[in-house]
């Protein structure tokens, strides 16, 4: 049992999506070993609520999230502690990835290093036009090698490197340039465009949405030949669903779905 009996995420449900708060404004919501652990099983509901369509990841304070709880590391500052950390980190962010469902990131503050790279991670990202996102650890002598996975997969390499190798940070807009993230709204209307997101997707076939993500990934690493093949076998797969039937019968022949 914790000494610090305080959430560090929070859980609410809306309709058919999950709101994950990072909730540890007074430490910039940084990914520390206990951070990470609450926001993995809070991904892993994914895999057991079957109703669930979507994640929308956000924060409380003035962070999304700063990275890494750099005192942690310090105080702990050894290879062993550092090997599992980034391995826990590493997980996670595939986690996202691997998750059944999208996740989106809400992002207000700033999204710093470990904090970038988990924007990065997710499949769709919505900031507030103050947000700002850097990779700063080559600022303290260490390259943000890990987010750098994260980051190339979503941005030019150009792009990727220019962040990686000056530690500046971006703005939203530029962020928003770049492809980090898909829109920038404004700091009032962050929490109403995300839930408007999630609700959209939420109205979504379920089966064709976790067909769409299980889908999109793997393919995309694929020799053009094998990605037809296998968006082939998911789309075969996603017609046998029920649901979809209903939809296609409705589309078609003008029946109501149920």
């Not at 940084?30 to 809070?42: C, I, N, P, Y």
């Not at 503050?109 to 036009?129: F, K, M, Y």
């Not at 939203?172 to 898909?182: C, E, R």
Request: hydrophobic share 45%; proline share 3%.
């Amino acid at each position: 049992m914790h000494e610090d009996q305080q959430a560090y995420v929070i859980l609410e449900y809306h309709h058919q999506w999950l709101e994950i708060t990072l909730n540890r404004p007074e430490s910039f919501n940084a990914l520390s070993k206990r951070m990470m652990f609450e926001l993995q099983e809070a991904i892993n509901l994914a895999h057991h609520q079957d109703t669930l369509t979507c994640i929308v990841i956000k924060a409380k304070g003035k962070a999304f999230c700063a990275g890494h709880d750099l005192k942690e590391m310090q105080n702990h500052a050894t290879q062993d502690f550092y090997q599992a950390l980034f391995k826990q980190c590493s997980q996670l962010m595939q986690s996202i990835v691997q998750c059944p469902v999208p996740v989106i990131a809400a992002v207000q503050g700033v999204a710093t290093a470990a904090g970038c790279q988990l924007v990065a991670s997710c499949d769709l990202a919505i900031a507030s036009s103050g947000a700002r996102f850097a990779v700063s650890g080559i600022n303290l002598g260490l390259f943000c090698s890990t987010p750098a996975v994260a980051l190339s997969r979503n941005i030019h390499p150009k792009h990727a490197l220019e962040m990686l190798l000056t530690g500046d940070f971006i703005s939203a807009d530029k962020a928003l340039g770049f492809g980090l993230i898909n829109q920038v709204v404004t700091d009032d209307e962050l929490e109403e465009t995300t839930r408007a997101m999630a609700y959209k997707l939420s109205q979504k076939a379920n089966a064709a949405v976790r067909t769409g993500k299980a889908m999109f990934y793997p393919q995309l690493d694929m020799p053009l030949k094998q990605a037809y093949e296998y968006a082939s076998e998911h789309m075969l797969n996603n017609l046998k669903d029920e649901q979809t039937q209903l939809g296609l019968n409705a589309f078609v022949f003008k029946k109501p779905k149920n």
